[in-house]
Protein backbone atom coordinates (compact mmCIF):
# COMPACT_ATOMS: atom_id res chain seq x y z
CA UNK A 1 0.00 0.00 0.00
CA UNK A 2 3.33 2.65 1.10
CA UNK A 3 4.54 2.30 -2.08
CA UNK A 4 1.58 2.42 -3.94
CA UNK A 5 1.43 5.90 -2.44
CA UNK A 6 4.58 6.82 -2.89
CA UNK A 7 4.09 6.64 -6.87
CA UNK A 8 1.07 8.74 -6.67
CA UNK A 9 2.74 11.04 -4.93
CA UNK A 10 5.16 11.20 -7.40
CA UNK A 11 2.99 10.67 -10.39
CA UNK A 12 0.89 13.43 -9.33
CA UNK A 13 3.81 16.13 -8.48
CA UNK A 14 5.27 15.43 -12.29
CA UNK A 15 1.73 17.02 -13.45
CA UNK A 16 1.90 20.38 -14.36
CA UNK A 17 -0.75 23.42 -13.62
CA UNK A 18 -1.58 23.31 -17.14
CA UNK A 19 -1.66 19.78 -16.45
CA UNK A 20 -4.04 20.38 -13.54
CA UNK A 21 -6.33 22.51 -14.82
CA UNK A 22 -6.90 20.85 -18.33
CA UNK A 23 -7.77 17.73 -16.03
CA UNK A 24 -10.14 19.26 -13.69
CA UNK A 25 -11.91 21.37 -16.66
CA UNK A 26 -14.45 18.82 -17.62
CA UNK A 27 -13.38 18.87 -21.35
CA UNK A 28 -13.76 22.65 -21.23
CA UNK A 29 -10.57 24.54 -22.97
CA UNK A 30 -8.00 26.85 -21.22
CA UNK A 31 -8.80 30.00 -22.95
CA UNK A 32 -6.38 32.49 -23.41
CA UNK A 33 -8.17 36.28 -22.08
CA UNK A 34 -9.27 36.99 -18.45
CA UNK A 35 -13.24 36.50 -19.56
CA UNK A 36 -12.65 32.85 -20.73
CA UNK A 37 -11.10 32.21 -17.07
CA UNK A 38 -14.31 33.02 -15.76
CA UNK A 39 -17.17 31.04 -17.91
CA UNK A 40 -14.29 28.37 -17.71
CA UNK A 41 -14.52 28.61 -13.47
CA UNK A 42 -18.61 28.27 -13.91
CA UNK A 43 -18.61 25.83 -15.95
CA UNK A 44 -16.36 23.48 -13.88
CA UNK A 45 -18.17 24.35 -10.83
CA UNK A 46 -21.85 23.25 -12.53
CA UNK A 47 -20.54 20.05 -13.66
CA UNK A 48 -18.77 19.51 -10.12
CA UNK A 49 -22.53 20.60 -8.59
CA UNK A 50 -23.75 18.14 -11.76
CA UNK A 51 -21.62 15.46 -10.38
CA UNK A 52 -22.57 15.96 -6.80
CA UNK A 53 -26.13 16.12 -7.31
CA UNK A 54 -25.90 12.90 -9.39
CA UNK A 55 -23.68 11.19 -6.77
CA UNK A 56 -26.31 11.80 -4.23
CA UNK A 57 -29.38 10.64 -6.62
CA UNK A 58 -27.50 7.56 -7.59
CA UNK A 59 -26.97 6.62 -3.79
CA UNK A 60 -30.36 6.69 -2.93
CA UNK A 61 -31.52 4.51 -5.93
CA UNK A 62 -28.68 1.78 -5.00
CA UNK A 63 -29.37 2.09 -1.23
CA UNK A 64 -33.10 1.69 -1.94
CA UNK A 65 -32.71 -1.22 -4.78
CA UNK A 66 -30.69 -3.13 -1.27
CA UNK A 67 -32.48 -1.78 1.46
CA UNK A 68 -36.09 -2.58 0.18
CA UNK A 69 -35.32 -5.59 -2.33
CA UNK A 70 -37.55 -7.99 -2.42
CA UNK A 71 -36.87 -10.79 0.34
CA UNK A 72 -40.83 -12.35 0.27
CA UNK A 73 -44.46 -11.91 0.01
CA UNK A 74 -44.58 -8.91 2.30
CA UNK A 75 -44.59 -5.22 0.27
CA UNK A 76 -42.14 -2.86 2.30
CA UNK A 77 -44.18 -0.37 4.55
CA UNK A 78 -45.57 2.85 2.14
CA UNK A 79 -44.74 6.34 3.13
CA UNK A 80 -47.27 8.50 2.36
CA UNK A 81 -47.52 12.45 2.42
CA UNK A 82 -44.29 12.88 4.07
CA UNK A 83 -44.17 16.68 4.15
CA UNK A 84 -40.78 16.64 5.45
CA UNK A 85 -39.73 14.94 2.91
CA UNK A 86 -41.47 16.54 -0.06
CA UNK A 87 -40.48 20.35 1.19
CA UNK A 88 -37.00 18.78 0.91
CA UNK A 89 -36.79 17.52 -2.61
CA UNK A 90 -38.60 21.44 -3.28
CA UNK A 91 -36.55 23.47 -1.43
CA UNK A 92 -32.89 22.05 -2.29
CA UNK A 93 -33.56 21.85 -6.29
CA UNK A 94 -34.68 25.57 -5.59
CA UNK A 95 -31.77 26.42 -3.97
CA UNK A 96 -29.30 25.02 -6.50
CA UNK A 97 -30.58 26.17 -9.29
CA UNK A 98 -31.08 29.50 -7.87
CA UNK A 99 -27.73 29.22 -6.99
CA UNK A 100 -26.38 28.12 -10.71
CA UNK A 101 -28.55 31.24 -11.96
CA UNK A 102 -26.32 33.55 -9.73
CA UNK A 103 -22.97 32.40 -10.71
CA UNK A 104 -24.35 32.40 -14.19
CA UNK A 105 -25.74 36.19 -13.76
CA UNK A 106 -22.52 37.27 -12.38
CA UNK A 107 -20.27 35.61 -14.96
CA UNK A 108 -22.16 37.29 -17.69
CA UNK A 109 -21.35 39.99 -16.60
CA UNK A 110 -18.01 39.71 -15.96
CA UNK A 111 -17.81 38.48 -20.19
CA UNK A 112 -19.83 41.15 -21.39
CA UNK A 113 -19.15 44.38 -19.45
CA UNK A 114 -17.13 47.05 -21.27
CA UNK A 115 -15.26 48.29 -18.31
CA UNK A 116 -12.68 49.33 -17.43
CA UNK A 117 -11.83 51.54 -19.95
CA UNK A 118 -10.33 50.19 -23.05
CA UNK A 119 -6.59 49.99 -23.70
CA UNK A 120 -7.54 49.88 -27.84
CA UNK A 121 -10.05 49.62 -30.32
CA UNK A 122 -11.12 47.38 -33.38
CA UNK A 123 -13.98 47.81 -35.69
CA UNK A 124 -14.74 44.76 -37.19
CA UNK A 125 -17.04 44.61 -40.54
CA UNK A 126 -18.04 41.64 -41.56
CA UNK A 127 -19.12 40.62 -45.33
CA UNK A 128 -19.68 38.04 -47.50
CA UNK A 129 -17.31 36.20 -47.14
CA UNK A 130 -14.54 38.30 -45.79
CA UNK A 131 -13.80 40.68 -42.74
CA UNK A 132 -12.59 43.94 -42.52
CA UNK A 133 -10.05 45.13 -39.57
CA UNK A 134 -9.89 48.81 -38.58
CA UNK A 135 -7.81 50.41 -36.29
CA UNK A 136 -9.72 53.65 -35.09
CA UNK A 137 -6.38 55.29 -33.35
CA UNK A 138 -4.45 55.11 -36.04
CA UNK A 139 -4.91 57.08 -39.13
CA UNK A 140 -3.71 57.21 -42.43
CA UNK A 141 -1.88 60.50 -43.15
CA UNK A 142 -2.11 60.44 -46.86
CA UNK A 143 -5.94 60.64 -46.29
CA UNK A 144 -6.90 60.81 -42.91
CA UNK A 145 -8.63 57.92 -42.04
CA UNK A 146 -8.10 55.17 -39.61
CA UNK A 147 -5.89 52.29 -41.23
CA UNK A 148 -7.35 48.88 -41.60
CA UNK A 149 -6.73 45.48 -43.45
CA UNK A 150 -9.18 43.46 -45.45
CA UNK A 151 -8.80 40.04 -46.49
CA UNK A 152 -8.58 38.90 -50.23
CA UNK A 153 -8.69 35.79 -52.65
CA UNK A 154 -5.22 34.91 -51.98
CA UNK A 155 -4.63 36.41 -48.22
CA UNK A 156 -6.17 35.80 -44.97
CA UNK A 157 -7.53 38.39 -42.94
CA UNK A 158 -5.10 39.49 -40.08
CA UNK A 159 -6.43 40.89 -36.89
CA UNK A 160 -3.70 41.77 -34.66
CA UNK A 161 -3.78 42.75 -30.72
CA UNK A 162 -2.11 43.55 -27.75
CA UNK A 163 -1.54 41.38 -24.90
CA UNK A 164 -2.54 42.02 -21.46
CA UNK A 165 -4.38 45.13 -22.45
CA UNK A 166 -8.19 45.17 -22.90
CA UNK A 167 -9.49 45.26 -26.49
CA UNK A 168 -12.63 46.19 -27.51
CA UNK A 169 -14.43 45.70 -30.44
CA UNK A 170 -17.10 46.96 -32.38
CA UNK A 171 -18.61 44.68 -34.71
CA UNK A 172 -21.24 45.15 -37.52
CA UNK A 173 -21.90 43.41 -41.13
CA UNK A 174 -22.61 44.83 -44.62
CA UNK A 175 -25.22 42.44 -45.48
CA UNK A 176 -26.58 39.42 -43.35
CA UNK A 177 -26.02 37.83 -39.75
CA UNK A 178 -22.67 36.48 -39.65
CA UNK A 179 -20.75 35.99 -35.96
CA UNK A 180 -17.40 37.12 -34.44
CA UNK A 181 -15.36 33.89 -32.82
CA UNK A 182 -12.44 32.82 -31.58
CA UNK A 183 -12.28 29.45 -30.20
CA UNK A 184 -9.74 29.87 -27.82
CA UNK A 185 -11.69 33.26 -26.46
CA UNK A 186 -14.23 30.93 -25.14
CA UNK A 187 -16.64 33.59 -26.83
CA UNK A 188 -18.80 34.53 -29.58
CA UNK A 189 -21.30 37.62 -30.86
CA UNK A 190 -23.70 37.73 -33.69
CA UNK A 191 -22.64 40.54 -36.00
CA UNK A 192 -25.87 41.86 -37.49
CA UNK A 193 -26.36 44.67 -40.22
CA UNK A 194 -28.46 47.20 -38.64
CA UNK A 195 -27.77 46.33 -34.63
CA UNK A 196 -31.12 47.69 -32.63
CA UNK A 197 -31.30 48.47 -28.99
CA UNK A 198 -31.71 44.74 -28.67
CA UNK A 199 -28.39 43.45 -30.22
CA UNK A 200 -25.36 44.46 -28.83
CA UNK A 201 -22.99 45.28 -30.91
CA UNK A 202 -19.83 46.11 -28.40
CA UNK A 203 -17.88 43.81 -26.35
CA UNK A 204 -14.42 43.63 -24.47
CA UNK A 205 -11.60 41.38 -23.84
CA UNK A 206 -8.47 41.08 -22.32
CA UNK A 207 -6.05 38.54 -24.15
CA UNK A 208 -3.05 37.55 -21.46
CA UNK A 209 -1.53 34.82 -24.00
CA UNK A 210 0.79 35.53 -27.18
CA UNK A 211 -0.08 33.74 -29.65
CA UNK A 212 -1.73 32.94 -33.56
CA UNK A 213 -5.45 31.83 -32.84
CA UNK A 214 -8.02 30.85 -35.94
CA UNK A 215 -10.93 33.14 -36.16
CA UNK A 216 -14.28 32.27 -38.06
CA UNK A 217 -18.01 32.81 -38.69
CA UNK A 218 -20.10 30.70 -36.48
CA UNK A 219 -23.62 31.76 -38.23
CA UNK A 220 -24.62 29.94 -41.46
CA UNK A 221 -24.24 32.72 -43.75
CA UNK A 222 -24.23 31.82 -47.34
CA UNK A 223 -22.43 29.75 -49.70
CA UNK A 224 -18.77 30.11 -48.61
CA UNK A 225 -19.49 30.71 -44.71
CA UNK A 226 -17.07 27.39 -43.88
CA UNK A 227 -14.17 29.16 -45.63
CA UNK A 228 -14.79 32.98 -44.02
CA UNK A 229 -11.67 32.81 -41.18
CA UNK A 230 -9.57 34.94 -39.90
CA UNK A 231 -6.42 34.72 -37.71
CA UNK A 232 -6.05 36.86 -34.36
CA UNK A 233 -2.30 37.42 -33.59
CA UNK A 234 -1.90 38.53 -29.79
CA UNK A 235 1.79 40.08 -29.51
CA UNK A 236 3.04 42.38 -27.33
CA UNK A 237 2.11 45.82 -26.49
CA UNK A 238 5.62 47.27 -28.34
CA UNK A 239 5.12 45.25 -31.05
CA UNK A 240 1.03 46.28 -31.63
CA UNK A 241 2.05 49.76 -31.67
CA UNK A 242 4.85 49.12 -34.32
CA UNK A 243 1.95 46.84 -36.46
CA UNK A 244 -0.04 49.93 -36.57
CA UNK A 245 2.81 52.43 -37.41
CA UNK A 246 3.92 50.01 -40.45
CA UNK A 247 0.54 49.67 -41.21
CA UNK A 248 0.14 54.16 -41.15
CA UNK A 249 3.14 54.31 -43.21
CA UNK A 250 2.41 52.31 -45.96
CA UNK A 251 -0.94 53.61 -45.69
CA UNK A 252 -5.03 52.17 -47.03
CA UNK A 253 -3.82 52.22 -50.73
CA UNK A 254 -1.41 49.34 -50.73
CA UNK A 255 -2.67 46.19 -51.33
CA UNK A 256 0.41 44.36 -49.58
CA UNK A 257 -0.19 46.29 -46.12
CA UNK A 258 -1.41 43.91 -43.96
CA UNK A 259 1.69 41.30 -45.37
CA UNK A 260 4.45 44.50 -45.05
CA UNK A 261 3.21 45.21 -41.22
CA UNK A 262 3.19 41.78 -40.26
CA UNK A 263 6.92 41.57 -41.42
CA UNK A 264 7.68 44.81 -39.82
CA UNK A 265 7.08 43.23 -36.41
CA UNK A 266 8.84 39.75 -36.97
CA UNK A 267 5.47 37.97 -37.20
CA UNK A 268 5.01 35.78 -40.17
CA UNK A 269 3.29 37.64 -43.48
CA UNK A 270 0.54 35.46 -44.28
CA UNK A 271 -1.79 33.48 -41.59
CA UNK A 272 -0.53 30.13 -40.35
CA UNK A 273 -3.58 28.97 -38.49
CA UNK A 274 -5.87 29.14 -41.84
CA UNK A 275 -5.53 29.19 -45.53
CA UNK A 276 -7.39 31.05 -48.27
CA UNK A 277 -10.05 29.09 -49.94
CA UNK A 278 -9.40 28.35 -53.83
CA UNK A 279 -12.20 30.26 -56.01
CA UNK A 280 -10.88 28.38 -58.95
CA UNK A 281 -14.20 26.58 -60.43
CA UNK A 282 -13.40 26.33 -63.81
CA UNK A 283 -14.21 22.82 -65.26
CA UNK A 284 -11.01 20.72 -65.65
CA UNK A 285 -9.95 18.36 -68.77
CA UNK A 286 -9.96 14.59 -67.72
CA UNK A 287 -6.08 14.87 -68.74
CA UNK A 288 -5.92 17.55 -66.14
CA UNK A 289 -3.75 15.23 -63.13
CA UNK A 290 -5.47 18.17 -60.67
CA UNK A 291 -8.79 16.49 -62.12
CA UNK A 292 -9.66 14.27 -59.44
CA UNK A 293 -7.98 16.66 -56.36
CA UNK A 294 -11.19 18.67 -57.13
Not at 22 to 49: C, D, E, M, N, Y
Not at 93 to 120: C, G, H, M, Q, S
Not at 143 to 164: D, K, R
Request: with cysteine.
Amino acid sequence: MSVGVVALMISLSACSTEQWEKAFGFGWPLGITTQAHATRGLWTWSAVAALAVGGLVWGLIFWACIAYRRRDSELPRQTKYNLPIEALYTVVPFITVAVLFYYTVVTENIVTTTTPKADTTVSVTAFKWNWQFTYDQVRDPRAGQPVYTVGSATEIPVLVVPVNENVRFVVSSNDVVHSFWVPETLFKRDVFPAPTKNQNNVFQMRPEVEGTYVGRCAELCGTYHSQMNFEMRVVSASDFQRYLQALASFGNTDVDRQAKALSAIGQPAQATTTHPFDTDRTLRAPSDPQANNN
